[in-house]
Nanobody, 119 residues
């Protein structure tokens, strides 16, 4: 059974930093990619950052402020968030795109962690 466990959210003042972690239990799956998405009230869920074995992608709004990284041995992905702004306030969700032994891919989501940035 696949399980994604997030941690690290909280309340921070503008300009501050937070680091999110997502530990994945993936059973017999392999990881295609892991990433972070966020959803603010009344808005659609959006990609924040994504990492594969050799490529990272960032939303334009977080480039230069956020860094995604991955510990392959621990199946854990991190999101270091610096220079936080009030508009970064949202629920942040970990995503894992996994591949089974037959080559089929599946998306899994964490439960979400709240990040609130005060002005």
């Amino acid at each position: 059974q696949v399980q994604l466990v997030e941690s690290g959210g909280g309340l921070v003042q503008a300009g501050g930093s937070l680091k999110l972690s997502c530990a994945a239990s993936i059973g017999t799956f392999s990881i295609n990619a892991m990433g972070w998405y966020r959803q603010a009230p009344g808005k659609q869920r959006e990609l924040v950052a994504r990492i594969t074995s050799d490529v990272t992608n960032y939303a334009d709004s977080v480039k230069g402020r956020f860094t995604i990284s991955r510990d392959n041995a621990k199946n854990t992905v991190y999101l270091q968030m610096n220079g936080l702004k009030p508009e970064d306030t949202a629920s942040y969700y970990c995503n894992a795109n996994l591949r089974d032994r037959l080559g089929y891919s599946y998306n899994y989501w964490g439960q979400g962690t709240q990040v609130t940035v005060s002005s």
